[in-house]
């Protein structure tokens, strides 16, 4: 009888046990928050006059992404925005409106104040956001409209990356060009800047030059998986293209939450703003000397654009594109709707809406006022071809 009793106790308690440990979770440390410095609007406008070439830039994310990486984004104009979500929940009577009405509203207004640019572009306030830590952007090198920068980087993030920018930083000395080193995440990034904008070309042909004259790895040369990458990447960019980004300088990576200070500066924005003022800049004159005698090397020369779309209103598929010629006014799950060009052309569709552009195929368009697909061709110019023609 005492036996028995004595081995019923323990499964008993077993309920009380698994209770309790399913109560306790593993504590978790919270997330890092950034910390936010004071900013003035003239280290705002001493960054810009040395970083800023183009307006255009894109935001880090806080909160990272389904891989675990802190995607950049555009970000929209902040009034626009905030007026879109107004006119939203106003219509909808929700306070959480739907994304599509936003978004319809949001275009509708940047197309009324007849606006060249949907997205922010980079202004005092913007940067003393990024300087003080409360967003993150990153910054375009190369300026479409004259094809020239205002600084070249040099990243490296691979295992002798630090020591090799070190080496690049005083062969440069040798030829009377100042670098300023800055620390990264992964690695380090070596920075040029110019007197004033210089072409990209010949900037990049001074430093793959360089790069090859010490023997210093290149990202992609002969294959090389690891090496240095220079920035910006390209000779020369189209209408309307970006190129690629690097990190603002003196902001905060949302990743870890910290900044990365140039080396040779105090740890602080002041003393970082004083060192980058100091430092000796690039001119236009110097670097003609330093490339009169150079071309870009063969494995690195770029190759001219590719015209992906020579007939317009074209997929590169090689369907009709609609949205070639129409721009959609609203949104939905499945569609896009636009002003059908047909009617227009007949004075009618005021409403702007008739056509529905389906979101995921563009190929598939219908004007619900009954015009046919022939009749859409017509009225944009690109009529389809006859039977025989290509």
């Not at 323990?10 to 440390?29: G, I, N, T, Y």
């Not at 705002?44 to 970083?51: D, H, N, P, Q, S």
């Not at 020369?236 to 200070?261: D, Q, S, V």
Request: one cysteine or more.
């Amino acid at each position: 009888m005492f036996e028995s009793e004595s081995v019923a106790e323990p499964a008993a308690a077993e309920p009380l046990v698994q209770s309790v440990a399913a109560a306790v979770q593993p504590f978790k440390l919270p997330p890092p928050k950034p910390e936010i410095l004071p900013v003035t609007q003239e280290m705002a406008r001493e960054y810009i006059a040395l970083f800023v070439n183009r307006r255009a830039f894109a935001q880090q994310s806080n909160k990272p992404g389904g891989n675990g990486k802190h995607y950049y984004f555009r970000p929209k104009i902040r009034e626009i925005e905030r007026w879109a979500w107004d006119q939203a929940r106003r219509v909808s009577g929700k306070s959480r409106p739907d994304p599509d009405l936003m978004t319809m509203f949001y275009e509708e207004r940047v197309h009324d104040l007849n606006l060249s640019n949907e997205f922010a572009s980079l202004d005092v306030n913007e940067i003393c956001k990024h300087l003080s830590g409360e967003q993150t952007i990153n910054l375009f090198a190369i300026n479409p409209e004259t094809q020239s920068c205002k600084w070249v980087a040099i990243d490296a993030d691979y295992p002798d990356g630090y020591t090799d920018l070190q080496r690049l930083r005083f062969e440069l000395l040798r030829d009377d060009v100042e670098a300023a080193l800055e620390r990264s995440r992964r690695g380090a990034h070596l920075w040029i800047f110019c007197a004033e904008p210089v072409l990209a070309k010949a900037a990049r042909i001074f430093i793959y030059h360089v790069a090859l004259r010490l023997g210093v790895s290149i990202k992609g040369y002969r294959q090389q998986a690891d090496g240095i990458e220079i920035f910006p990447r390209q000779d020369m960019l189209g209408p309307g293209e970006l190129g690629n980004a690097l990190r603002g300088p003196l902001g905060i990576h949302r990743a870890t939450m910290k900044r990365y200070w140039f080396e040779a500066g105090a740890m602080n924005l002041a003393g970082q703003c004083d060192y980058l003022r100091k430092l000796r800049k690039l001119t236009v004159e110097e670097l003609a000397r330093h490339t009169a005698t150079l071309s870009m090397p063969a494995d690195f020369v770029s190759t001219p654009p590719i015209d992906r779309n020579p007939n317009p209103g074209r997929s590169f598929t090689g369907g009709f594109n609609i949205l070639a010629y129409v721009r959609p006014r609203r949104k939905d799950k499945r569609n896009q709707w636009a002003q059908c060009p047909s009617c227009a052309k007949n004075g009618g569709d005021r409403g702007r809406d008739n056509l529905a552009i389906k979101r995921d195929d563009p190929r598939f368009y219908k004007c619900w006022a009954g015009c046919t697909k022939e009749m859409i061709r017509e009225a944009v110019g690109a009529p389809p071809p006859k039977a025989g023609e290509f």
